[in-house]
């Protein structure tokens, strides 16, 4: 006697017996199981590229701009705005720490007691623009402004 297995492949009956070729209801599970990963990863790399605009560097100009548009009717540009103004200023002072620590350079040698916060990152924006080129400052990331800005205003002593 022979059978059908799933796969359509015709086999006698003592092979399907010996060798399995059949779907259990397990494998039929793992089936469903794996379309249903694959429909995830496809569905999260779908995501993946709507949100990578989302990761872009804020320049300049852009920020010149959100700063004339926020209105006391709509504070929540300008909060949105403050907290990646403060996130970039921390991360540089912290890189700035952890390439003293591990290496024994710095670049900003603030003084011990120097307080420095979101208003002083947001003056060190505007110290950074008149330290880079006409050409090139409107489309610079505020980023590398705040880090310019930080090793204008608190430069290191040359050994």
Request: glycine share 6%; charged share 20%; hydrophobic share 35%.
């Amino acid at each position: 006697m022979r059978y059908c297995t799933p796969r359509c492949t015709w086999v006698p009956a003592s092979l399907l017996l010996l060798e399995s070729h059949y779907f259990s209801p397990m494998d039929q599970m793992k089936t469903r199981q794996s379309r249903s990963i694959r429909i995830a990863c496809v569905a999260l790399a779908f995501a993946a590229g709507f949100c990578q605009q989302a990761s872009a560097d804020i320049t300049y100009s852009k920020y010149k701009e959100f700063v004339e548009k926020a209105t006391p009717s709509n504070p929540s540009v300008l909060r949105t705005l403050d907290m990646y103004i403060s996130g970039l200023g921390e991360g540089i002072m912290w890189q700035d720490t952890q390439t003293k620590l591990l290496y024994g350079v710095t670049t900003i040698c603030a003084p011990g007691q120097v307080g420095i916060g979101l208003d002083d990152y947001k003056a060190m924006i505007e110290v950074g623009a008149k330290h880079s080129s006409p050409r090139v400052v409107e489309e610079t990331p505020i980023g590398l402004l705040i880090s310019v800005g930080l090793m204008t205003t608190y430069p290191c002593k040359q050994k």
